[in-house]
């Protein structure tokens, strides 16, 4: 992108004095400058109430704002709150008081009215939004589900125009980092005016984070994060344009790096093995998990026998020090490395679990033999569904290879697909076995074990168990090291009949350019751009 300035006689004088100064000619030619990013996928929606995969979430993140949002070292910090505040009530109520600067792209003001239109809209079942358990420790949101109360009664509260109020019906250990990441305002009129068809397009939605979506129709390749001059913090955000390219390949992004038309970019596989010594490389584990998903509703893969071979014939160490390459972690249980910590001696839930997900060839064999001998087959023919990424690839090719070679009589398609269309094959259970993943939002184990919930809308797999499900209601009713404790027992008892596979634990590995400052990453979240700078 070229940019083009319109120079008086005066300014055109001051600029020729300073080409003769390297560092003041740079930072003069960087101030207006374009960040150029990456994204593996495509965004299904720019709708807070509605997203469910990572790449929605990651537009989300650059352009909304909850009351509370994160540090550039990613601490949890207000937002459109004025501050983090003390819960009341046993930890039941919480009152927020809303900046006065608040504003939205349009210059409208946030009120404590658009967080009542945004979690009302949530917990609304006609809004279908597949999330919305994340709404479950509101009072009222039960009722609501089941239609016996209207979503008005959700317990949310605009107080005034800026004093807002959530009503629990019990303690949430971990409600501050949903206040983050999860509780996003929306403009009301914008919502009243769009309906359903609010966050299908950037015109059809209104920011107030630090930059407002530009450019984005619902299905193209490429948009632009513009600077919300509104945002009550705008003079802080440095940068003013980001232009992202989903960009699927690691070897164009690559190319795209070393030429510099981008300056952020997810690289994976070998390109992280060979250049592991790159000052450019930057690699960290994510919160999330990745997994193989095996359909209990349709009558060729409900059988345990079958999830219990193909869960056995894996090794998963193999998988991510020979195909992945990328830092990522084997999975040992249900729940990631990091992801909870045990209250009283700070050990490692994951670490203390213990590795419940062996490689066993000769135990997956006679599971093999156990399925076969149920269904009465000697030959079965299984797809693979997968995203269209170099890693959904990889990895999809080695798990029909080590499946077709230790399991006499498998033979295994895959079927790779974008992300948007994965995630809609995901809800409607139209797959046999699902090579898919979960990123967490919260430090806390439940997040993950609730995926195999009986009702919860993100079980893809539809398996239920009577005893998991008591297992999980039992770890709900009890707080510190009681609710610890019991979250294990649920772990090591959905591993036991592998209720789903886990994988391996991602890392992600970025490639980011030495003219560029302020972008840090964690365990919960990507980097911010609005903490970026050009050096």
Request: hydrophobic share 35%; charged share 20%.
């Given at each position: 992108m070229k940019h083009f300035v319109w120079a008086t006689p005066l300014s055109l004088l001051v600029l020729l004095s300073l080409c003769g100064c390297g560092s003041a000619a740079g930072n003069t030619t960087n101030k207006n400058r374009t960040l150029n990013v990456t994204l593996d996928s495509e965004p299904a929606t720019?709708?807070?109430?509605?997203?469910?995969?990572?790449?929605?979430?990651?537009?989300?993140?650059?352009?909304?704002?909850?009351?509370?949002?994160?540090?550039?070292?990613?601490?949890?910090?207000?937002?459109?709150?004025?501050?983090?505040?003390?819960?009341?009530?046993?930890?039941?109520?919480?009152?927020?008081?809303?900046?006065?600067?608040?504003?939205?792209?349009?210059?409208?003001?946030?009120?404590?009215?658009?967080?009542?239109?945004?979690?009302?809209?949530?917990?609304?079942?006609?809004?279908?939004?597949?999330?919305?358990?994340?709404?479950?420790?509101?009072?009222?949101?039960?009722?609501?589900?089941?239609?016996?109360?209207?979503?008005?009664?959700?317990?949310?509260?605009?107080?005034?125009?800026?004093?807002?109020?959530?009503?629990?019906?019990?303690?949430?250990?971990?409600?501050?980092?949903?206040?983050?990441?999860?509780?996003?305002?929306?403009?009301?009129?914008?919502?009243?005016?769009?309906?359903?068809?609010?966050?299908?397009?950037?015109?059809?939605?209104?920011?107030?984070?630090?930059?407002?979506?530009?450019?984005?129709?619902?299905?193209?390749?490429?948009?632009?994060?513009?600077?919300?001059?509104?945002?009550?913090n705008a003079q802080n955000v440095q940068i003013k344009r980001v232009k992202v390219a989903v960009t699927k390949d690691v070897n164009t992004a690559t190319n795209l790096f070393k030429s510099d038309k981008v300056q952020e970019t997810t690289v994976t596989g070998e390109y992280v093995r060979a250049n592991s010594n790159s000052q450019d490389l930057h690699t960290h584990v994510t919160g999330r998990m990745n997994y193989l998903y095996i359909n209990s509703q349709k009558a060729s893969t409900k059988s345990i026998n079958l999830r219990q071979a193909l869960s056995y014939v894996i090794n998963r160490k193999q998988l991510t020090s020979q195909v992945l390459q990328d830092g990522s972690k084997p999975a040992l249980s249900a729940v990631p490395q990091g992801d909870q910590s045990n209250p009283q001696t700070g050990e490692d839930m994951a670490k203390q679990v213990g590795n419940l997900l062996t490689h066993n060839v000769a135990k997956a064999k006679r599971y093999w033999a156990k399925y076969l001998n149920e269904t009465g087959k000697t030959k079965v023919a299984l797809n693979l569904l997968t995203d269209d990424t170099d890693d959904d690839k990889k990895v999809g090719a080695y798990l029909q290879s080590v499946m077709e070679k230790n399991l006499k009589g498998l033979t295994i398609t895959t079927t790779a697909i974008p992300h948007a269309q994965h995630v809609a094959r995901d809800f409607a259970g139209t797959f046999e076995l699902n090579l898919t993943g979960w990123s967490t939002n919260w430090l806390d184990a439940s997040d993950y074990l609730n995926l195999a919930a009986k009702g919860n809308s993100v079980n893809f797999t539809n398996w239920t168990s009577t005893t998991y499900n008591q297992l999980l209601a039992n770890a709900d009713s009890k707080t510190g090291l009681a609710r610890y404790n019991a979250l294990m027992k649920a772990d090591k008892y959905l591993m036991s009949v592998k209720g789903y596979v886990p994988l391996y634990q991602p890392s992600e590995a970025k490639l980011i350019s030495n003219k560029v400052g302020g972008l840090h990453y964690s365990l919960l979240n990507e980097a911010q751009y609005q903490y970026a700078y050009w050096k």
């Amino acid at each position: 992108m070229k940019h083009f300035v319109w120079a008086t006689p005066l300014s055109l004088l001051v600029l020729l004095s300073l080409c003769g100064c390297g560092s003041a000619a740079g930072n003069t030619t960087n101030k207006n400058r374009t960040l150029n990013v990456t994204l593996d996928s495509e965004p299904a929606t720019a709708d807070p109430n509605k997203d469910t995969d990572t790449n929605s979430a990651s537009v989300i993140y650059q352009t909304m704002e909850g009351l509370y949002t994160y540090s550039k070292r990613n601490k949890i910090v207000a937002g459109v709150a004025t501050k983090v505040v003390k819960p009341t009530n046993g930890g039941k109520t919480y009152t927020f008081t809303l900046k006065k600067n608040a504003r939205w792209a349009n210059g409208q003001r946030v009120t404590a009215q658009d967080f009542v239109t945004s979690l009302q809209r949530m917990a609304n079942p006609k809004t279908k939004a597949q999330y919305a358990s994340v709404l479950s420790a509101f009072k009222n949101y039960a009722a609501i589900q089941k239609g016996t109360q209207p979503a008005s009664k959700l317990g949310v509260t605009a107080l005034s125009k800026t004093r807002l109020q959530f009503q629990l019906t019990k303690a949430v250990p971990y409600f501050n980092d949903l206040v983050a990441s999860k509780y996003y305002p929306l403009n009301t009129a914008a919502v009243k005016k769009h309906g359903q068809k609010y966050g299908t397009s950037a015109a059809k939605t209104v920011a107030n984070g630090p930059y407002k979506l530009v450019g984005w129709t619902g299905s193209n390749a490429t948009w632009h994060y513009v600077k919300n001059t509104h945002y009550w913090n705008a003079q802080n955000v440095q940068i003013k344009r980001v232009k992202v390219a989903v960009t699927k390949d690691v070897n164009t992004a690559t190319n795209l790096f070393k030429s510099d038309k981008v300056q952020e970019t997810t690289v994976t596989g070998e390109y992280v093995r060979a250049n592991s010594n790159s000052q450019d490389l930057h690699t960290h584990v994510t919160g999330r998990m990745n997994y193989l998903y095996i359909n209990s509703q349709k009558a060729s893969t409900k059988s345990i026998n079958l999830r219990q071979a193909l869960s056995y014939v894996i090794n998963r160490k193999q998988l991510t020090s020979q195909v992945l390459q990328d830092g990522s972690k084997p999975a040992l249980s249900a729940v990631p490395q990091g992801d909870q910590s045990n209250p009283q001696t700070g050990e490692d839930m994951a670490k203390q679990v213990g590795n419940l997900l062996t490689h066993n060839v000769a135990k997956a064999k006679r599971y093999w033999a156990k399925y076969l001998n149920e269904t009465g087959k000697t030959k079965v023919a299984l797809n693979l569904l997968t995203d269209d990424t170099d890693d959904d690839k990889k990895v999809g090719a080695y798990l029909q290879s080590v499946m077709e070679k230790n399991l006499k009589g498998l033979t295994i398609t895959t079927t790779a697909i974008p992300h948007a269309q994965h995630v809609a094959r995901d809800f409607a259970g139209t797959f046999e076995l699902n090579l898919t993943g979960w990123s967490t939002n919260w430090l806390d184990a439940s997040d993950y074990l609730n995926l195999a919930a009986k009702g919860n809308s993100v079980n893809f797999t539809n398996w239920t168990s009577t005893t998991y499900n008591q297992l999980l209601a039992n770890a709900d009713s009890k707080t510190g090291l009681a609710r610890y404790n019991a979250l294990m027992k649920a772990d090591k008892y959905l591993m036991s009949v592998k209720g789903y596979v886990p994988l391996y634990q991602p890392s992600e590995a970025k490639l980011i350019s030495n003219k560029v400052g302020g972008l840090h990453y964690s365990l919960l979240n990507e980097a911010q751009y609005q903490y970026a700078y050009w050096k």
